[in-house]
Nanobody, 123 residues
């Protein structure tokens, strides 16, 4: 079982990035997916989550209206479109999977994690 995150990079404030997380070794459509992030010196925090068939999504207040989570079950991939980026969005972004039927927003809800991709937003 593997989650491979990609798409991070350096972007100016106000810019956009799209992260992708490709899953292998699991029945992707049976898992709810989430994105978390960890800034230097801070704890890992929830960013966004999507239910197994994309029926429902949920966002942290700090990114609501700027970030969009989506999934393509045919491609076994979950995405995070990030617009209007701010310097405070700088962090390593991780994707994660959990097998409950609903939305999960806590770290402990997830038990499959990707390796992370670094997003740096310059001011």
């Amino acid at each position: 079982v593997q989650l491979q995150a990609s798409g991070g990079g350096l972007v100016q404030a106000g810019g956009s990035l799209r992260l992708a997380c490709a899953a292998s070794g699991l029945t992707f459509s049976s898992y709810g997916m989430g994105w978390f992030r960890q800034a230097p010196g801070k704890e890992r925090e929830f960013v966004a989550a999507i239910m197994r068939f994309g029926i429902g999504t949920y966002y942290a207040g700090s990114v609501k209206g700027r970030f969009t989570i989506s999934r393509d079950n045919d491609k076994n991939t979950v995405y995070l479109q990030m617009n209007s980026l701010k310097p405070e969005d700088t962090a390593v972004y991780y994707c994660a999977a959990q097998s409950s039927k609903g939305i999960a927003t806590e770290l402990l809800d997830y038990y499959i994690w990707g390796q992370g991709t670094l997003v740096t937003v310059s001011s």
